[in-house]
């Protein structure tokens, strides 16, 4: 099976105010080839939702090495890489057009009953589909992160799940989450021009109107994150620097 695979200008309405593409943002275009890629090979959304069934993003790892500019094009692939039987795993690569690696990542998405929001045994909707079994990173099997206790951390802030952050799964976007967190996380001096990692744990799906406490705590060479709704945790996440 062939890498699925977009040219892409980045807009400068997904940059920053140096003109460089918002971390959130990279991760929203690699949602959004995946639902390109996966509505190419007849499991989009639409088809997905005529089954009462949807694809969401249970965990996630994304290596930066660099931020491509305003008006960059930029080559943006995935990949099916097979599953366990609950989770499929999906990976992605972001390269210049002269072949300089920007971002890599490794996901996993389970398929629940859209109405009841339970998992489906993934064997009832990839019988037949085809995989490519490339690694686009060392995280390819992503386990459940282990938050330190942050109970005591270095900033706590409440924001509230708006209309502007649902998605049509009718729950806040995956992206939205790692907006929030880079708004924490830009509170400090964390530099965005060296290469980082970021993973994330989704848990508990956020629904219109509830509040959003995010939790941040410097551990080793490691920043961590807690987002909790009125459900208990939401997102854990990690941003690592080699």
Known sequence: MELFTQEIEIPSY??????RLHP????????????????ATGIGYEDMLAQN??????????????????????????WSRGNDGLFAFRDYEMLTTAGERLLAGTTYWP????TERRPIRLKDVLADY?????????????DRLRLPDMS??????????LHSMIDHAQHVNNSEYVKLIFDSLMQTD???DRPFSLELNYNHETQPG?????????????????????????????????
Request: aromatic letters at 10%; hydrophobic letters at 40%; one cysteine or more.
């Open 14 to 19: 997904l940059c920053d105010r140096h003109d």
């Open 24 to 39: 959130w943002a990279a991760v929203r275009l690699c949602q959004e080839v995946s639902e390109a890629h996966s509505k």
């Open 53 to 78: 069934r949807i694809w969401i993003i249970s965990r996630a790892y994304y290596i930066i090495y660099r931020r491509p500019a305003a008006g960059e094009k930029v080559m943006l692939s995935t």
């Open 111 to 114: 398929v629940i009953d859209y």
């Open 130 to 142: 085809e995989y490519h079994l490339r690694h686009a990173t060392d995280h390819s099997q992503l």
């Open 152 to 161: 005591v951390c270095d900033s706590q802030l409440e924001f509230s799940a």
């Open 190 to 192: 964390f530099d965005l």
């Open 210 to 242: 509830d509040t959003l406490v995010v939790s941040r705590k410097q551990d080793n060479l490691s920043t961590w994150f807690q987002i909790s709704n009125s459900r208990g945790l939401s997102v854990s996440a990690k941003i690592s620097t080699p």
